[in-house]
């Protein structure tokens, strides 16, 4: 999880009705994206989530030997 600096976010982003990325307010952001210091949840637009998700680990395939 992410924590986020609530310092220059407006009330509705703490709030979690806009999100912590974009200030998008329509549709409300629905994804959970973090914490703030406070234990406040921090959320996030569907496409601002998928950018701030970890990029998955790439899978290394070891080639069989001749």
Do not use: H, I, N, S
Request: net charge positive; proline share 12%; aromatic share 8%.
């Amino acid at each position: 999880m992410l924590t986020f600096d609530p310092e220059g976010m407006t009330t509705a982003q703490r709030d979690g009705d806009a999100c912590v990325v974009c200030y998008k307010r329509w549709p409300r952001p629905r994804v959970r994206v973090g914490r703030f210091p406070d234990d406040m949840v921090a959320m996030a637009c569907a496409d601002c989530a998928a950018a701030l998700a970890p990029t998955p680990p790439a899978t290394v395939v070891a080639f069989p030997t001749r």
